[in-house]
């Protein structure tokens, strides 16, 4: 018998990693969104509830990150059945932890339940980009990739578009620390460089290509020094304030590397064990409260599982 709903739970994501703007991320176990399809009598589709974003997100399909993603699942298996969509916000807003990413996420996966998996891992992918573009002027995947695939992913290419799956080492943990600001993505990306210096360029790729040999030989202390950036950080640590005393405060805590996750201000670090990551958290929270700013911090392992059906019928 067809399904009546699904709702699917998708996670948030650190995009970047310090090393790869754009083009590495990686998926944590909380916070994310719950999205709920339902079908519905009506043709077409429509945005019947959204909490926990105190009202703040649009609920027109065609501005909305979950409508427009959905919207494309289901120009491309050409169906005009009626659906409903509700969206529960489970994370902060313009926090830099792939919000809008993991409610396209959670959206299409639920609907492509819905519809009895027509649609492909990579299709799905081009849907949640869809609406990631329509919202950014310059889409990017590696929210999208990272929420989906779950675990430690890679952009390898843009132009077609490539997702490489990495391993993910058995101890990595990970604290964020959300600062209660927002930064929107458009105005951090404004704040980028047209071009980067040569040795630049050359540390960055170091980084990049040391951070991924680190996740494939489990080697911690390769992965932590790999953890810097030369192109976004430095750009945006005005946009943060009080960043650089929380990223010391983290390292000062055991973490292996830190750094701002997507365009901030939330700000990561890694570590590989659960108690440190725990005290790397309150360190970070007692160094934003020095420079005024309240905060909510997360602790969890890299999630590799990617969404999750919550319920379906
Ligand atoms: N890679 C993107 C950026 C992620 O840094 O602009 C946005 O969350």
Known sequence: ?????????????????????????????????????????????????????????????????????????????????????????????????????????????????LFEEPLSQTELLQCALKAEESITSNGHADNIAASL????????????LDIVQLPTPVHLHCTILHPHIEIHTGEARRLLPKKILLEDATAQWGNLAGFISGLYQDDYDLIGKSIEDRIAEPVRTPLIPGFSAIKQAAMDSGALGSSISGSGPSIFALSDDPLTAGEIGRAMQRAARDADLDSTVYVSKVNEDGPRVIKRH
């Open 1 to 113: 018998m067809a399904l009546k709903e699904v709702s699917v739970f998708a996670p948030a994501t650190v995009a970047n990693v310090g090393c790869g703007f754009d083009v590495l991320g990686f998926a944590v176990s909380h916070p994310g969104d719950m999205v709920v399809v339902r079908r519905v009598a009506d043709k077409g589709i429509c945005i019947s509830d959204i909490r926990g974003d105190r009202e703040r997100l649009p609920r027109e399909v065609e501005k909305n990150t979950a409508g427009i993603a959905i919207a494309e699942l289901m120009n491309k298996i050409e169906t005009e059945d009626g659906l409903e969509i509700e969206i529960h916000k489970k994370m902060p807003l313009g926090s830099g932890l792939g919000s809008s990413a993991a409610s396209a996420v959670a959206g299409v996966v639920a609907a492509n339940i």
């Open 149 to 160: 695939y779950g675990g430690f992913v890679l952009v390898r290419s843009y132009d077609p």
